[in-house]
C-alpha cells in the first residue's frame, strides 16, 4: 500500500502533468470504486485542473468546473484511496479506446478503475491489483466530504506534530505503538511499512504499550517518524510514479526483509504473521534480543 511518502510523491507528479490541462473524458471501469454519485464523475469533463494535493494517503485532484456547467458552483475534488493494490498510471498518449464498465472482478492483474484524458492527449489511469478491491473513488465540491478525509488525524511532518503532542496521544489510552501509528485518526499517511521503519529507527518494540514511554522515549520517536518520513519524501521526490514501488522497497531497513542482515546491528530481520499482514522488526535494535513469538503470546514489550 502506498504511503504518505508515495502518495506526497504520486500528488507532486500529478500536480505537475495535470494543472492547468482541461479533462477531455472521464470513464469508470469498477463501479465498485465510486462512492458518490452527486456530483457524477462526467461533471469534470470540461473542468480544468487547477492542483493535486494529499490528505495522509488520500489523492485529491482539484477540478474548476467550466462556465456554464451543471457542477459550476465552484470546484470539484476527485479524492482517491489507492488501499492496498491500487496505483496510477500515467499515459503521455492516453487510450481512446471505449472503457467498459463492470461492476466487478476477481482478476488478480491490475484492472483499470477510472481512467481520465486531458486536453492535449495525455491521461491517467487508477488501476487495482489483487482479487479484494478496496479502491476508492469520490467526487465532491469539498475533500472534507468525505468522512474519511474529514476525520484523519494529525499529519506527522506538519508543525503540529510537536514531541508534546505525540506525547499526549501516546498517552490517550494504552496500546501498542505500531498500532497508534497506523490509526489514521491519529495520525494521517503512515502504514504497515513505515511504521515498522519508524520504529526501528526509534529502537522500540512494535508491541510496546503506548502509556510506557518516558519523555524521553516520546522525543526519540518523534525524531524517527519525522526523519524516516522526510527522508523518504525527498527520496521520492521528482520520481515518476512507475518507479515509486520499487524505489520504497529498496529504502526499506526492515520491512519486507525477513531473513535478511539488521543494516545496523547485523542480526537477523524477523517476522510476526498476523491474518493478513505482517510486521518485521529487529530483536537486538528493538527488543533487548527477545524474538517476538505472536502478537497475542508475546510479553516482551520492551
Known amino acids: 500500500m502506498p504511503e504518505l511518502p508515495e502518495v506526497e510523491a504520486l500528488a507532486r507528479f500529478l500536480d505537475e502533468r495535470t494543472s492547468g490541462r482541461t479533462v477531455a473524458a472521464a470513464d469508470v471501469a469498477a463501479i465498485a470504486a465510486l462512492k458518490t454519485h452527486d456530483p457524477p464523475v462526467d461533471a469534470l469533463v470540461g473542468g480544468t ?7 495522509g494517503k488520500w489523492l485529491d485532484l482539484a477540478v474548476v468546473p467550466a462556465a456554464g456547467s451543471s457542477a459550476d458552483d465552484g470546484a470539484l475534488h476527485l479524492v482517491f484511496h489507492l488501499a492496498r493494490g491500487g496505483w496510477v498510471r ?4 492516453a487510450p481512446t479506446t471505449p472503457v467498459r464498465p463492470r461492476l466487478g472482478g476477481s482478476s488478480k492483474g491490475a484492472a483499470l478503475a477510472l481512467r ?3 486536453d ?3 491521461g491517467v489511469d487508477l488501476t487495482e491489483a489483487g482479487t479484494r478491491k478496496r479502491l476508492a473513488v469520490h467526487v465532491v465540491h469539498d475533500p472534507l466530504d468525505v468522512e474519511q478525509v474529514r476525520t484523519l488525524g494529525v499529519e506527522p511532518l506538519s508543525p503540529e506534530l510537536t514531541p508534546a503532542v505525540l506525547g499526549n496521544l501516546l498517552g490517550a489510552r494504552s496500546q501498542q505503538v505500531k498500532g497508534l501509528l497506523r490509526d489514521q485518526h491519529v495520525i494521517a499517511g503512515i502504514g504497515n511499512a513505515y511504521s515498522d521503519e519508524i520504529l526501528h529507527a526509534a529502537r522500540v518494540s512494535p508491541f510496546r504499550l503506548t502509556r510506557t514511554f518516558t519523555d524521553d522515549d ?7 517518524t519525522v526523519t524516516t518520513l522526510r527522508e523518504a519524501v525527498e527520496a521520492s521526490a521528482g520520481r515518476p510514479a512507475a518507479q515509486l514501488k520499487d524505489a520504497k522497497r529498496s529504502r526499506m531497513r526492515v520491512h519486507g526483509r525477513t531473513g535478511e542482515r539488521c543494516e545496523v546491528c547485523g542480526d537477523v530481520v524477523r517476522e510476526v504473521s498476523f491474518a493478513d ?3 518485521q522488526y529487529c530483536a537486538t535494535c528493538q ?3 527477545q524474538v517476538l513469538a505472536d502478537r497475542r503470546t508475546s510479553k516482551f514489550l520492551r
Open 49 to 55: 485542473v487547477s492542483g493535486a494535493t494529499r490528505h
Open 90 to 93: 500515467w499515459h503521455d498518449s
Open 116 to 118: 481520465l484524458r486531458f
Open 120 to 122: 492535449d492527449g495525455s
Open 218 to 224: 516520546v522525543t526519540a520517536l518523534h525524531d524517527a
Open 277 to 279: 499482514s505482517s510486521l
Open 287 to 289: 527488543t533487548g534480543g
